[in-house]
């Protein structure tokens, strides 16, 4: 889905692209990669981690390194890095020093079943590319940021199995592709956002110990929705 959007780039978008990533493309990906490292830096990972594989680059070499060698990373064709699949990788630590700004490529990230901790930040709107989103089975807490109701092209949000409180955002009624809301075993409350009802594609909202309201009832048959209650 995803690369066939790459392909059908219109000329003037394209003719954007190329001139603002020919010059300086390898600083670009260099940004990235130290923004990385300094993530890392800040969590704790086992001995034995594969992300051990993210190591500085030595002076003049390849910024497409981690494009190839890095664990759990993927770039796209302009050597941005596209995806973050840490998933199951015995990681403790939090999102305050993950540079958002800097990894705005991203499309997928997923840091499930680890032991991540603290607040989602808001800055997360920066990733406007996002379009599958799992942080679940962590300890993640604080509310789910409203800002993710900025994140236009997000499809899957997996936030279960956290300790996030408050409510469903209401902002979530924004994200016209998403597909599959899954925010069991929280601590949220409060009810669900009948903004959910303008969601035409949503097949699947996880929810558990939530309030539900008459009006998102009257909606279900609207959206074929597979709810699933636990
Ligand atoms: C990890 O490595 C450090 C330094 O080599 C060592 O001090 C520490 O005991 C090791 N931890 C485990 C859990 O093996
Ligand atoms: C970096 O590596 C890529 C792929 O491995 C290669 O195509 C490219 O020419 C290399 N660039 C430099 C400056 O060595
Ligand atoms: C991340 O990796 C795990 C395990 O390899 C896999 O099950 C999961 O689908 C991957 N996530 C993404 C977004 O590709
Ligand atoms: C989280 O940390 C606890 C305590 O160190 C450990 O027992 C557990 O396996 C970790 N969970 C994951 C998913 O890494
Ligand atoms: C869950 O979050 C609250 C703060 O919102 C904190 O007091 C509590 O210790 C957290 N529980 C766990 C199991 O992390
Ligand atoms: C929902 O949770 C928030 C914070 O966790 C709390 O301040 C609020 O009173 C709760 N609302 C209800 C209706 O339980």
Request: net charge neutral; aromatic share 10%.
């Amino acid at each position: 889905m995803t690369s066939l959007n790459f392909l059908f780039f219109s000329p003037t978008l394209l003719i954007i692209i190329i001139l603002s990533s020919t010059p300086n493309f390898s600083c670009a990906s260099l940004e990235e990669v130290n923004a990385l490292l300094k993530w890392k830096a800040s969590l704790e990972i086992p001995n034995n981690s594969f992300l051990s594989s993210w190591l500085p680059l030595p002076m003049n070499s390849n910024a497409s390194v981690p494009c190839t060698s890095w664990f759990g990373v993927v770039c796209n064709a302009g050597g941005s890095i596209q995806r973050l699949n840490l998933s199951s990788s015995s990681l403790k630590g939090t999102l305050h020093q993950f540079s958002f700004s800097m990894l705005h490529s991203l499309t997928h990230f997923d840091l499930s079943v680890n032991n991540f901790s603290g607040p989602i930040p808001p800055e997360i709107r920066l990733l406007t590319k996002l379009v599958y989103l799992d942080f679940s089975e962590n300890k993640f807490s604080g509310v789910i940021p409203p800002e993710i109701g900025n994140m236009n092209q997000l499809t899957i949000l997996y936030l279960y199995s956290n300790n996030i409180s408050g409510s469903i955002p209401i902002e979530l009624g924004n994200l016209k592709s998403l597909t599959d809301i899954q925010v069991a075993y929280n601590q949220l409350n409060g009810s669900i956002p009948s903004s959910l009802a303008n969601l035409k594609n949503l097949h699947t909202l996880y929810l558990h110990e939530i309030n539900y309201p008459v009006p998102f009832l009257l909606n279900l048959e609207i959206w074929s929705l597979l709810l699933i209650l636990r």
